[in-house]
């Protein structure tokens, strides 16, 4: 398994991963955090110097999900929310951060920093050209594009070192999940880049809908409701 995240979708892929290993469950094998936030307190410097909206997002915005998030902010120390606070990562999965000039800017670097010091092998792909949401605006930005295939091309080279690495030399199929994943064109060119067949996570695709539901709507937000709709199944 490989968990694969931007924004507040690269804090939960790091978040899971470090969950895992600390309550010793199985820990994925990869995780690619692109432009991810990692610190609740927001108060590093990119927050103030890119947070005027240049970077794609603005400050006012993240404290506004902030507040939704989290309603206690005693909660800011623990590692669900600042998994760079988290004092035990040695051990955490091989990572791809992914980083731009963007508010969390300072975060995504911190991070990768923090792994290379636990001895966590990381990749940190910098694209300082580009702002926060980048991933999405490949069919408009050339720059964005070279940027999600290098990405992309990334991810085979760990996979290739996985192969090389263990028992196992083959993914069988590859499911994308969540917002990111709905990427125009991104099953294809990563079918095109790892060899390996991939389609997008749709976990309605065998539930009967109501008249009242725009069928078409659900299918283009089916993979960002993956967590969603595991939560309500429970």
Same mark, same amino acid.
């Given at each position: 398994? /490989?968990?694969?995240?931007?924004?507040? $979708?690269?804090? #939960?892929?790091?978040?899971?991963?470090? +969950? /895992?290993?600390?309550? $010793?469950?199985? @820990?994925?094998?990869?995780?690619?955090?692109?432009?991810?936030?990692? !610190?609740?307190?927001? !108060?590093?410097?990119?927050?103030?110097?890119?947070?005027?909206?240049?970077?794609?997002?603005?400050?006012?915005?993240?404290?506004?999900?902030?507040?939704?998030?989290?309603?206690?902010?005693?909660?800011?120390?623990?590692?669900?929310?600042?998994?760079? &606070?988290?004092? !035990? %990562?040695?051990?955490?999965?091989?990572?791809?951060?992914?980083?731009?000039?963007?508010?969390? &800017?300072?975060? $995504? #670097?911190?991070?990768?920093?923090?792994?290379? !010091?636990?001895?966590?092998?990381? @990749?940190?792909?910098?694209?300082?050209?580009?702002?926060?949401?980048?991933?999405?605006?490949?069919?408009?930005?050339?720059?964005? &594009?070279?940027?999600?295939?290098?990405?992309?091309?990334?991810?085979?080279?760990?996979?290739?070192?996985?192969?090389?690495?263990?028992?196992?030399?083959? @993914?069988?199929? %590859?499911?994308?999940?969540?917002?990111?994943?709905?990427?125009?064109?991104?099953?294809?060119? %990563? +079918?095109?880049?790892?060899?390996?067949?991939?389609?997008?996570?749709?976990?309605?695709?065998?539930?009967?809908? /109501?008249?009242? @539901?725009? /069928?078409?709507?659900?299918?283009?937000?089916?993979?960002?409701?993956? %967590?969603?709709?595991?939560?309500?199944?429970?």
């Amino acid at each position: 398994l /490989a968990t694969m995240g931007d924004s507040a $979708g690269g804090n #939960l892929s790091i978040v899971v991963a470090q +969950q /895992a290993a600390l309550q $010793g469950l199985s @820990v994925p094998k990869l995780v690619v955090a692109v432009y991810p936030k990692t !610190d609740g307190a927001s !108060d590093m410097p990119s927050i103030t110097q890119l947070g005027g909206g240049q970077g794609g997002l603005d400050g006012d915005m993240i404290h506004w999900f902030h507040n939704h998030y989290i309603q206690d902010d005693t909660l800011v120390g623990d590692y669900r929310i600042s998994p760079l &606070r988290n004092p !035990d %990562i040695a051990g955490h999965p091989d990572t791809i951060v992914v980083t731009a000039t963007d508010p969390l &800017r300072d975060e $995504g #670097l911190a991070y990768s920093e923090k792994l290379k !010091d636990a001895g966590v092998n990381v @990749v940190n792909l910098d694209y300082p050209e580009l702002v926060h949401g980048f991933i999405t605006m490949g069919g408009a930005i050339p720059s964005a &594009r070279r940027a999600v295939n290098a990405i992309v091309q990334q991810i085979n080279r760990s996979l290739q070192f996985f192969y090389g690495s263990t028992q196992f030399n083959e @993914v069988n199929y %590859i499911l994308l999940a969540g917002g990111s994943a709905s990427i125009d064109g991104l099953p294809d060119l %990563i +079918q095109q880049k790892v060899g390996t067949g991939c389609s997008l996570a749709n976990p309605f695709a065998d539930m009967a809908l /109501a008249n009242k @539901v725009n /069928a078409k709507a659900l299918e283009n937000d089916a993979s960002a409701m993956m %967590i969603a709709c595991g939560l309500a199944l429970r």
